[in-house]
């Protein structure tokens, strides 16, 4: 009783109004309205109704306001007023199977839930001392994840990679075929048609009916997009409360960044970092701390991102790649082949793998990973038909083992796996390597 007394507290709104001065490019500049920072906030207008948004600075006198919508029929003296100093998000069980936007409302055509939980919109992650250590495996469906790069129940891990390789794909075969409990999804910044291939293609009425799909578009305010990413999480974070084992899939955290980047220059921030303010750097590691394993359930979270002109030292990659437990690369190349998921194994990594994974799992997985990166660095003499059988046997049983790796790398997009399915496969592919390994030796 006592928490929701403080939670009505905390949003109940004042007698608190201002009036606009003008407009700064997207925000509108207030006088008289000493409202604190994240505080939702409404602007009056003679037509087209009022428009929410949020206080997210000041400069002078002046309080800056960000709309969540255009700013188009605001003039000079229209009335400002506060609506909450706090913001809290409805949630339940019922969300899940439905597309919700930034504001937490849903956006498809089923009747409007009925909600009786309240989370924080914002909040800080577990504390450091309170969060279990990884130890168990999670299943993403993907065979190539799952037996190379096994991430763990709580891990974060960010899916690298420039546009059209396969992302959003890569991301509906994880939601449909992991064994998460529940999959919270958002979608930051898409392009509007992409929403319904993504839940109809991709996702499917089996993804989405265990999913929470969280969409601000492209053309939605920066306020919007970013706000969707915080939703995503909240929403993650009370099905973790529940117990239960959440998957956050998060497309992109590159145009949360480019969202924020807009609000801070809008806000006067100075661009410190090839045209990115510092907040862009701090928001980066406040939202991802949010995620992981707490005493109750986890979060375990993918965040793509887009890799500006395939640059992997641009500086959101940068940043996000120190954050994280782990990334996956997605390649241009073997896309072009046909090869989907287009992972590239040898430059990915998961940082916990050889503290979740059984010995003789980690043991295959180098052997495998020992042929790959053999038959790289000699694939340029073996392409162009340079290289000679029996120079060298590790290189002869790369060659002889391609083929049957790259078989185990692909997966169809229909075509589900499991952990074990992949650890089955995998130990057999690292026993008939060693096995042509041995036999080249000793032909040799």
């Given at each position: ?36 920072i ?36 605001v ?46 919109f ?14 168990t ?60 291939e993504?839940?109809?293609r ?61 609000i ?7 661009p ?118 029996g ?47 041995g ?6």
């Amino acid at each position: 009783m006592q928490t929701f007394l403080d939670q009505i507290a905390s949003i109940m709104p004042t007698a608190l109004t201002g009036s606009v001065v003008r407009t700064e490019g997207l925000m509108a500049a207030v006088a008289g309205f000493p409202a604190p920072i994240g505080a939702l906030v409404e602007i009056d207008r003679q037509a087209g109704g009022s428009i929410e948004g949020e206080v997210v600075g000041f400069r002078d006198d002046l309080t800056l306001i960000y709309p969540f919508s255009q700013v188009s029929g605001v003039r000079r003296g229209n009335r400002v007023r506060l609506c909450r100093t706090s913001r809290y998000l409805r949630v339940g069980p019922q969300l899940l199977g439905r597309v919700i936007d930034a504001q937490g409302r849903t956006t498809d055509a089923a009747p409007e839930p009925v909600l009786a939980d309240r989370v924080p919109f914002d909040r800080r992650g577990p504390a450091a001392i309170d969060r279990p250590p990884i130890d168990t495996p999670l299943s993403t469906g993907v065979r190539a994840i799952d037996g190379l790069l096994t991430c763990g129940r709580g891990q974060r891990l960010g899916i690298f990679a420039g546009s059209g390789v396969g992302k959003s794909v890569l991301l509906g075969m994880m939601a449909r075929y992991t064994s998460a409990d529940v999959n919270v999804i958002a979608l930051i910044g898409e392009r509007g048609r992409e929403v319904n291939e993504f839940l109809e293609r991709d996702l499917g009425p089996d993804g989405l009916a265990r999913s929470v799909v969280v969409v601000s578009t492209s053309d939605e305010p920066a306020l919007a997009r970013v706000q969707a990413a915080m939703t995503a999480t909240a929403v993650a974070e009370y099905f973790r409360d529940q117990g239960k084992d959440v998957l956050l899939l998060m497309d992109s955290l590159t145009r949360f960044a480019l969202a924020q980047r807009e609000i801070g220059l809008a806000a006067g921030e100075p661009p410190t970092t090839r045209g990115f303010p510092p907040s862009v750097f701090a928001m980066i590691p406040k939202l991802a701390e949010r995620t992981g394993r707490s005493r109750r359930g986890s979060i375990t979270a993918f965040y793509s991102v887009l890799v500006e002109g395939d640059d992997p030292n641009e500086p959101v990659c940068d940043a996000v790649r120190g954050v994280l437990d782990g990334h996956l690369w997605l390649s241009r190349k073997i896309a072009s082949r046909g090869h989907y998921p287009a992972i590239d194994v040898l430059p990915s990594i998961s940082r916990l793998m050889n503290a979740i994974a059984p010995r003789e799992h980690l043991q295959a997985a180098a052997a495998v990973r020992e042929l790959m990166s053999a038959y790289h660095d000699h694939e340029d003499l073996i392409s162009i038909g340079a290289y000679r059988r029996g120079s060298n046997p590790k290189v002869d049983a790369a060659v002889t083992m391609q083929d049957e790796i790259n078989r185990f790398l692909r997966q169809d997009v229909a075509e589900a796996a499991t952990i074990e399915s992949a650890r089955e496969a995998l130990a057999g592919l690292a026993w008939r390597a060693m096995t042509a390994a041995g036999t080249t030796a000793a032909g040799g």
